[in-house]
Nanobody, 121 residues
Framework: QVQLVETGGGLVQAGGSLKLSCSAS??????MGWFRQAPGKKRVFVAA????????FYADSAKGRFTISRDMFKNTIYLQLNSLKPEDTAIYYC????????????????WGQGTQVTVSS
């Protein structure tokens, strides 16, 4: 069983930056990543990273502005959010998979509780 805890959300002005963290309680060497869910919308994929942290994959909306990274020693992944826009406002969820069968996306075998990101215009 893997437990995921996200931190780092908050309120930021448009054009600003935030860095989200997701710590895993159990040791996981499988793909992990981020999804987000805006009010009244479905949860959508944002970014994923392989178990070794060497390969990343992004949704089109995240390319060039968001960066996913991984610290294997800390069992933590990060999502650096730059040049934020009001449409980035959402709850951001961390996810981990039991294997890499859905790569480059994620199945989401484990989920965190989410962290709120609000971007004001």
């Amino acid at each position: 069983q893997v437990q995921l805890v996200e931190t780092g959300g908050g309120l930021v002005q448009a054009g600003g930056s935030l860095k989200l963290s997701c710590s895993a309680s159990g040791r996981t060497s499988n793909p992990m990543g981020w999804f987000r869910q805006a009010p009244g919308k479905k949860r959508v994929f944002v970014a994923a990273i392989t178990g070794t942290g060497t390969i990343t994959f992004y949704a089109d909306s995240a390319k060039g502005r968001f960066t996913i990274s991984r610290d294997m020693f800390k069992n933590t992944i990060y999502l650096q959010l730059n040049s934020l826009k009001p449409e980035d406002t959402a709850i951001y969820y961390c996810a981990a998979d039991l294997d890499g069968s859905r790569w480059p996306s994620l199945r989401g075998d484990y989920w965190g509780q989410g962290t709120q990101v609000t971007v004001s215009s």
